[in-house]
Structure formats: C-alpha cells, structure tokens
C-alpha cells in the first residue's frame, strides 16, 4: 500500500513561486510513474504534468509548460513540482499520484492519491 501525502501549498502573489513536494510510504514507490493534477472550484480534476519511474521522461499540460518543472527523488520517496510565473488561473487544489501502469496524463492510470494541497494566487 502507497500513502502519499503533499506539502508546500499557500498563498502568493502573481509572478511568484511555490514549490509542492509529495512524500510517499512504501518501498516499491520509486518504481512507479507519478504525477500531479490540480482542481479548481466547480471544475474537473485536470492534469499537470507527469514522471515516468526512472524521472527520463516528463510531461506537462501546456497551460503549464515552462513554467513548472515536475521531479523526483526515488532515495528520498519524493515528487516535486516547482511552479514559477504563477498566474491567478493556477489556484487549485493540487494532487500527486502514482501509477503501477506508467506514467500518463489519465486519471484512470493512477492508483493512488494524495488528499491534496491548497495552491492560491492572488492577483
């Protein structure tokens, strides 16, 4: 069993910087692909950008591409995500997962979940 759990949420203004950080239990997790998603009030869960295991391969939706940088540490059982240029559009719950099948940008191919971390730009 994986629990995941997510940090590094907050306020910032807009141009600022956050970095999210997801810490995992259970050792086969630095075997699986992760990812990250974010949902805002009254919308669907969206995706963000994924990991495969070995951190070689990235992905990012492209209302985020170049300005977050997903990566991780399989010694320290950590994702991250870095997000600069923050806009107001950005606030969201965001979420990490990781998925037994591969990294993906579908919900359906994770397996676990954190419960989330609260991310607030201000304009």
């Known amino acids: 069993q994986v629990q995941l759990v997510e940090s590094g949420g907050g306020l910032v203004q807009a141009g600022g910087s956050l970095r999210l950080s997801c810490a995992a239990s259970g050792r086969a997790f630095s075997r699986y692909a992760k990812g990250w998603f974010r949902q805002s009030t009254g919308k669907e869960r969206e995706f963000v950008a994924a990991?495969?295991?070995?951190?070689?391969?990235?992905y990012y939706a492209d209302s985020v591409k170049g300005r977050f940088t997903i990566s991780r540490d399989n010694a320290k059982n950590t994702v991250d995500l870095q997000m600069n240029s923050l806009k107001p559009e950005d606030t969201a719950v965001y979420y990490c997962a990781a998925s037994t099948r591969g990294s993906s940008q579908y919900e359906d191919m994770y397996d676990y979940w954190g419960q989330g971390t609260q991310v607030t730009v201000s304009s």
């Open positions: 990991t495969s295991w070995s951190g070689g391969t990235t």
